[in-house]
């Protein structure tokens, strides 16, 4: 009897911490979703992370499962050690995997995050004009006329209001409130009360006016001007980090049916 319950109380234990783990964990995870909705929202490509907080739930539910079952068959009265000890190994063993996802996590967002620590970031009402290849992001209520040679554009329509003319060469895919132009080689003109949109490209020419807020990363030069009253002016900045893969990858695989270069005729 004395064995029994010495046993019932170790696995009671372990479950214990079982539960702490998992309740810190999700916390962790609640604050690295935010981070991620941040940096997709700046136009950052977060598929790949995005993946690995799948699998880094997959593996959560399932020391979750092992867990619930562990403590149940641990509170009851007639306690079966072995079968405690089974479904805690399966709960710790998928604890494990989910370590080593998170790790990944953490080490993917801190480097997309990085891809912005020196950004020209500009806030307020007036026109920014700016030229150079990297990646720029403008958000608000606003009026925009963009220019590339080579790129991606991405374009959030937040309010529904989009009025977007794009003319040029490229494939163009969309996935709810976002349309995306890959291999974007042209011209485009939006206007909309709320907008985000991103440019990255080998080379660009953008004039926004409106009231928002403007990311620069790359090289370049810009200006902003208010009336007839200049503003600010400078250079886009170089990223603090060696950090390449942020270009939005395309949603499935549509190509252009000549198999070669796709038009937009909007």
Known sequence: MIHKELARCTELLLTARLDEYLEKTSMICEDLDERI???????????????KMDALAGKLDCARE??????????GDDVDPA???QHIRNATRCARDANHIMRGVVRDVRMLSCYWDRAVVLNGTGTLEASGAGTAVVKGSLDLSIAADYGTLVVRDRAGDLEITVTGNGV????GKYIIYHGFDGTADLTRSDVAVTMIGSWVDLTVTGTGRAILVGEGSYGVTAG???IASGDWQEPDCDYTSVMPKRIGEVQPRNGGIGHYFM
């Open 37 to 51: 909705k941040g940096l997709r929202e700046d136009g950052l490509n977060t598929t790949d992370v995005g993946q």
């Open 66 to 75: 092992n867990y619930e079952v562990a403590l149940e068959a641990a509170s």
């Open 83 to 85: 079968e405690v000890r």
């Open 172 to 175: 163009k895919d969309q996935a």
């Open 228 to 230: 007839d009253c200049e």
